[in-house]
């Protein structure tokens, strides 16, 4: 069996009354995406947060290529090797699409305590953050405004930024969030080609692009992972067209 | 060269020239006004790093201003008298140096505003600008209670401090001295904006999230952009200080710390130069309108008004529009 390069081992998480996170247990593993879906409310940003940092499980453990990351912060783990994209967008709108991708580039291979010479000129980071840029097809957009992308372009600036960490993990929220058809077709090619780089934990409403993509999906319902498997496992899943597809089993 | 750039290269060309000319026609009073703009520009540029490339509304800069101007007022004041500062455990003199009053200025500014950012950056928004008020009042409250240095009537200096090879009591000279202070520091400041701790920096200003998902902790960079803000004003401060050769509680007001705040928010917030614009125009304004009225200050507030509310990049936004640097 291929060892899992991301796992979580019953990550618990309360609100008060609510239970967010039941005892989840997932791994992610080598060259694999994995899907991770649920209706609204089912847990999963909560989930999300409990892997890239944000929030604390109350129990449970998540471990990055075999190191135990639960009680580290964000920028620890990303520096470990976790690559998030956010579901809306965040990133620095006033400035250009290289200054975006830099910034990866210096959270993970420089220091940003270096404080006279321009981030731009330095050759190793500039060519790891072109480099990105040209992955996604925004190299030709290097010197725009990023508030002056569309809506599709900052989802790929977003890509761009995980890939400048060379993560050994992406974890993705919602990637094709508001991308029309092209745009999530686009995407869907793009992500397909990624998971050779680095693993993927997919959290996604668009179903073709789930069902095209995920090697594994897995299901989320009220905190639950009620079943893990192939799409065509999920597809015929009687407990998942119950409680997510809203079908009679 | 892009629009900003020249009007810079302007802004430069007129502080060189006009102290010249004021020089020319014995005119040292405009020596004396545009030193002061310099300084103030050079407490602002301080500032700005912090507000503008960092998005940290401080209301309490004027607590490194004031210390920097304690540093300078108590080291001269000692020196003047022969008395030193303290005998035990280890002697300590006064002195009339000005680069070594810079120095203390600066370490004593920069270690307050280490300690001031650690605990005030734990709050963001209405909270951080309390705590750092809160800070500055401390300050304020206590350069007044604090009659061994002047207390509410200040600490006067006699003659202005040294700098080797000058004599800082002429306009020119001392002018000479806060110009070159203010290039440098002004070049510091354009190169830092452009470093990779100025693109983590703004970028924490307007993502934190993201710049924390990169691997970098935003507190860290938000701490040490603070100590290098809170050392520059102190060092405007310290010649602040010198250049009225006297010290009050006032340089501790939260007065202080609006005004400085006012002059960078009409000059452009983030701009390199927008302190250095503000700075003039607001001693423009005090030397022009103070004289027509003591209420001058409701100009400068209705001039703030508009550009708050049509100009939000301030002059050189208004004049230089948008701008991203690439490189």
């Given at each position: 069996m291929i060892d899992p390069v991301l796992e979580t081992h019953n990550l618990t998480k309360s609100f008060g009354a609510v239970?967010?996170?039941?005892n989840i247990t997932l791994d992610l593993r080598a060259g694999e995406i994995h899907a991770l879906i649920g209706p609204n409310g089912a847990g999963k940003s909560t989930l999300i947060k409990q892997i890239c940092g944000g929030l604390t499980p109350d129990a449970g453990r998540v471990v990055l290529n075999g190191e135990?990351?639960?009680?580290?912060s964000t920028p620890d783990r990303a520096r470990k090797g976790l690559g998030r994209t956010f579901q809306i967008s965040a990133l620095?709108?006033?400035?250009?699409v290289l200054q975006n991708a830099l910034l990866g580039a210096l959270g993970a291979h420089?220091?940003?305590?270096?404080?006279?010479?321009?981030?731009?000129?330095?050759r190793e980071l500039r060519a790891r953050a072109e480099d990105a840029l040209e992955q996604v097809g925004l190299i030709d957009y290097r010197?725009?405004?990023?508030?002056?992308?569309?809506h599709g372009q900052r989802r790929q600036l977003e890509v761009a930024i995980a890939l400048t960490l060379t993560p050994k993990a992406f974890v993705m929220d919602?990637?094709?969030?508001?991308?029309?058809a092209e745009g999530s077709n686009t995407l869907t090619q793009f992500l397909d080609g990624l998971r050779k780089q680095a693993p993927i934990l997919l959290v996604e409403h668009d179903m073709d692009a789930v069902f095209a993509l995920a090697d594994r999906i897995s299901v989320l319902v009220y905190g639950e992972v009620i079943a893990t498997g192939t799409v065509d496992h999920i597809r015929n899943d009687p407990a998942v067209r119950t409680a997510y597809l809203g079908e009679d089993a | 060269m892009s629009r900003e750039t020249a009007l810079n290269a302007v802004m430069v060309m007129g502080l060189f020239l006009v102290p010249l000319w004021a020089l020319w026609a014995d005119e040292p009073f405009i020596i004396t006004l545009t030193t002061k703009a310099a300084i103030l520009a050079l407490a602002g540029v301080g500032l700005n790093i912090a507000l503008?490339?960092?998005g940290l509304v401080s209301l309490g800069h004027a607590a490194f201003f004031g210390l920097g101007g304690y540093a300078m007022g108590i080291l001269a004041s000692h020196a003047q008298s022969y008395?030193?500062?303290?005998?035990?455990?280890f002697l300590i003199e006064g002195t009339k140096s000005m680069p070594v009053i810079w120095v203390i200025a600066i370490i004593t500014s920069g270690l307050a505003a280490l300690a001031i950012g650690a605990l005030s950056l734990r709050t963001t928004g209405v909270y951080f600008i309390m705590i750092t008020l809160a800070f500055g009042q401390m300050l304020y409250f206590f350069s007044i209670s604090w009659?061994?240095?002047?207390?509410?009537d200040g600490l006067s200096i006699y003659v202005r401090n040294g700098f080797p090879?000058?004599?800082?009591?002429d306009p020119i000279q001392f002018y000479a001295i806060v110009f070159v202070i203010l290039m440098a520091v002004l070049v510091f400041a354009g190169r830092l904006a452009k470093s990779p701790f100025g693109l983590a920096l703004n970028a924490a200003r307007q993502s934190p999230e993201r710049v924390e998902t990169v691997g970098i902790t935003s507190y860290k960079l938000r701490l040490i952009a603070f100590t290098i803000s809170g050392m520059i004003t102190g060092l405007a401060g310290a010649l602040f200080a010198d250049l009225n050769r006297f010290v009050s509680p006032t340089m501790f007001s939260w007065q202080t710390s609006g005004e400085i705040m006012v002059f960078i928010i009409i000059g452009?917030?983030?701009?390199?130069f927008g302190p250095v614009v503000g700075a003039v125009l607001f001693i423009l304004l005090e030397h022009l309108l103070g004289g027509l009225s003591d209420y001058w200050h409701v100009y400068l507030g209705v001039l703030l008004l508009l550009i708050v509310l049509?100009?939000?990049?301030?002059l050189i936004g208004t004049l230089a529009g948008k701008e991203i640097s690439h490189d």
């Amino acid at each position: 069996m291929i060892d899992p390069v991301l796992e979580t081992h019953n990550l618990t998480k309360s609100f008060g009354a609510v239970q967010a996170s039941k005892n989840i247990t997932l791994d992610l593993r080598a060259g694999e995406i994995h899907a991770l879906i649920g209706p609204n409310g089912a847990g999963k940003s909560t989930l999300i947060k409990q892997i890239c940092g944000g929030l604390t499980p109350d129990a449970g453990r998540v471990v990055l290529n075999g190191e135990d990351i639960t009680h580290l912060s964000t920028p620890d783990r990303a520096r470990k090797g976790l690559g998030r994209t956010f579901q809306i967008s965040a990133l620095a709108m006033e400035d250009s699409v290289l200054q975006n991708a830099l910034l990866g580039a210096l959270g993970a291979h420089g220091s940003p305590f270096r404080f006279f010479a321009p981030a731009a000129r330095n050759r190793e980071l500039r060519a790891r953050a072109e480099d990105a840029l040209e992955q996604v097809g925004l190299i030709d957009y290097r010197n725009v405004r990023t508030s002056e992308l569309s809506h599709g372009q900052r989802r790929q600036l977003e890509v761009a930024i995980a890939l400048t960490l060379t993560p050994k993990a992406f974890v993705m929220d919602e990637p094709m969030a508001g991308l029309g058809a092209e745009g999530s077709n686009t995407l869907t090619q793009f992500l397909d080609g990624l998971r050779k780089q680095a693993p993927i934990l997919l959290v996604e409403h668009d179903m073709d692009a789930v069902f095209a993509l995920a090697d594994r999906i897995s299901v989320l319902v009220y905190g639950e992972v009620i079943a893990t498997g192939t799409v065509d496992h999920i597809r015929n899943d009687p407990a998942v067209r119950t409680a997510y597809l809203g079908e009679d089993a | 060269m892009s629009r900003e750039t020249a009007l810079n290269a302007v802004m430069v060309m007129g502080l060189f020239l006009v102290p010249l000319w004021a020089l020319w026609a014995d005119e040292p009073f405009i020596i004396t006004l545009t030193t002061k703009a310099a300084i103030l520009a050079l407490a602002g540029v301080g500032l700005n790093i912090a507000l503008g490339l960092g998005g940290l509304v401080s209301l309490g800069h004027a607590a490194f201003f004031g210390l920097g101007g304690y540093a300078m007022g108590i080291l001269a004041s000692h020196a003047q008298s022969y008395a030193p500062i303290m005998e035990t455990p280890f002697l300590i003199e006064g002195t009339k140096s000005m680069p070594v009053i810079w120095v203390i200025a600066i370490i004593t500014s920069g270690l307050a505003a280490l300690a001031i950012g650690a605990l005030s950056l734990r709050t963001t928004g209405v909270y951080f600008i309390m705590i750092t008020l809160a800070f500055g009042q401390m300050l304020y409250f206590f350069s007044i209670s604090w009659p061994a240095y002047g207390g509410e009537d200040g600490l006067s200096i006699y003659v202005r401090n040294g700098f080797p090879g000058l004599n800082t009591l002429d306009p020119i000279q001392f002018y000479a001295i806060v110009f070159v202070i203010l290039m440098a520091v002004l070049v510091f400041a354009g190169r830092l904006a452009k470093s990779p701790f100025g693109l983590a920096l703004n970028a924490a200003r307007q993502s934190p999230e993201r710049v924390e998902t990169v691997g970098i902790t935003s507190y860290k960079l938000r701490l040490i952009a603070f100590t290098i803000s809170g050392m520059i004003t102190g060092l405007a401060g310290a010649l602040f200080a010198d250049l009225n050769r006297f010290v009050s509680p006032t340089m501790f007001s939260w007065q202080t710390s609006g005004e400085i705040m006012v002059f960078i928010i009409i000059g452009g917030v983030g701009r390199l130069f927008g302190p250095v614009v503000g700075a003039v125009l607001f001693i423009l304004l005090e030397h022009l309108l103070g004289g027509l009225s003591d209420y001058w200050h409701v100009y400068l507030g209705v001039l703030l008004l508009l550009i708050v509310l049509f100009a939000r990049g301030g002059l050189i936004g208004t004049l230089a529009g948008k701008e991203i640097s690439h490189d």
